[in-house]
């Protein structure tokens, strides 16, 4: 399948299914607050196209700045914890904990700690929670993956432990950062979202609040708008990180080189 269609037939079948919530929408007479139609939600996302957008604004700048926390903290850590073994062994164990401990249990102790008049920085920190350990998990698999007798022939001409690093260990676990990356990236939206759920102030101007608000005066259209952005960012930041594995893989990586058939 070449490119064009690549592209093509996914849009097909989107705008085949659009149009056949429309039509069935419309033939059965659904209450707009039961089901609205897609031509309804359109509608109801040019009416706020204000309000949405800058909720878009405030959950993407909470989303990349979770994530590149993420990004940063948990690459440095598994630096660190592919150099020193009893370092990983004592702290990779409440990294598993911090990952396995269900966020919406401690997001209302991080927004009493943090404060409520700080919600974006609370906000943050959660959504840094749920996107951390796939980069640090991916990122110690990668460095540890490097081939030993590569290592052992870096150290026979006197390579230091930054030169194996930087030259060796570093490039064989950019494919397994990468492939985190986009795990992660999806991961910190959601933790955003969910923050903003769990905030349930007003003073949380995300697109999940306007999900919320919406939904208590049963502006359902509204409500599908800015879920159709939340489903459109989370696609953008996916789209985005596969560019940039792309990018850095292609010239080089087995899985990012096309293969002969």
Known sequence: MNR????????????????????????????????????????????????????????????LAAFALAV??????????????????????????????????????????????????????????????????????????????????FRLYGASRWQIMWKLQLPTALPFLLGAMKVSGGLALIGAVVAEFVA???TATGLAWRIVEAGNRLQIAKMFAALGLLAALGIAIFSALSALEWALLHRWHESALKKER
Request: charged share 10%.
């Open 4 to 63: 064009a269609l690549k592209i093509i037939v996914p849009i097909a079948v989107g705008i085949a299914a659009l149009t056949l919530w429309e039509f069935l929408v419309r033939h059965y007479n659904v209450q707009p607050f039961v089901l609205p139609a897609p031509s309804a939600i359109w509608a109801a996302f040019i009416e706020n196209f204000g309000s949405l957008m800058a909720s878009l604004w405030t959950t993407l700048r909470i989303t």
């Open 200 to 202: 349930g102030s007003g």
């Open 72 to 153: 940063t903290g948990g690459v440095a850590l598994a630096v660190l914890f592919s150099q020193s073994r009893r370092i990983e062994t004592a702290l990779y164990p409440y990294a598993v904990i911090l990952q396995v401990t269900p966020v919406v249990a401690i997001a209302p102790l991080i927004l009493i700690w943090v404060g409520f008049e700080r919600i974006n920085l609370a906000l943050v920190i959660i959504a840094w929670i749920v996107a951390f350990f796939p980069i640090l998990s991916n990122t110690t698999l990668g460095l540890k993956s490097a081939d030993h007798n590569l290592i052992d022939l």
